[in-house]
């Protein structure tokens, strides 16, 4: 599992990643592998296996002192950025990198749907209690996942800092605010241009340094 992890860094991708490949960098051969994967997906998923259970067992237990389903929710999405912005090269692995190729039956194994899962179980959750969800349960949770992943893959192309992290938090928040209704029973509503924390935030990024600061 280490050599395959190790491969996959190197070569950016699994395309040149062959059974062969990997019992070379190991030291054993090819055919003895067989033995115990099928094929070359179901070895790629076997290597990050682990790094998807340690990111739904860091979601959930950042739910343990939320006090209701909403507040879960956004602990499950806040966890999730946090795990990608302290575990980069594990979240490229797990996200970032072309995985093999697969039929469309056989990619619902794929550990990633662990996360899906916990998601939707949130999104649930928070509709059984009376919160509004904007989307179908299904369709909120891909959109989060979607909004969550986007987030962190930006952060990792264009930030790479620290000083970011309260933007990423924020506009997990926002995500959020998108797709559940703030109070049980509560209408979707928009409010229009309104100023947030987070747009505060871009905009700080956006504005130049004043020439005339202490810093010019």
């Known amino acids: 599992m280490t050599a395959v992890q190790r491969l996959l860094v190197e070569w950016g991708s699994p395309d040149k990643l062959t059974m062969r490949a990997v019992a070379k960098e190991v030291g054993i051969s090819a055919p003895s592998i067989y033995l115990h994967f099928a094929d070359k997906s179901e070895l790629v998923w076997a290597a990050l ?14 739910t343990d002192d939320a006090p209701e389903p909403r507040a879960r929710l ?22 970032e990198v072309r995985q093999p190729t697969v039929a469309p039956s056989k990619i619902s194994h794929h550990p990633a749907r ?18 509004i969800v904007t989307q179908p349960v ?36 926002g995500l959020i605010d998108s797709l559940v209704t703030s109070a049980p029973g509560s209408r979707p ?13 871009i905009r700080e990024i956006l504005t130049p340094a004043d020439p005339s600061g202490p810093d010019a």
């Open 49 to 62: 296996a682990d790094r998807y259970e340690e990111l739904v067992a860091q979601m959930t237990a950042a």
């Open 74 to 95: 956004q602990a499950q999405a806040r966890a999730y950025c946090l795990f990608a912005l302290n575990n980069a090269g594990h979240y490229q692995l797990m996200f």
């Open 114 to 131: 662990h996360v899906s899962a916990s998601l939707r179980a949130g999104i649930r959750q928070c509709q059984n209690s009376g919160y």
């Open 138 to 173: 299904e369709q909120a949770a891909q959109t989060l996942w979607a909004g969550l992943h986007g987030t962190v893959s930006l952060h990792h192309s264009f930030y790479r800092g620290e000083s970011s992290e309260a933007l990423v938090l924020l506009l997990a928040d």
């Open 189 to 201: 509503g928009h409010e229009g241009a309104a100023e947030t924390a987070a747009s505060r935030h």
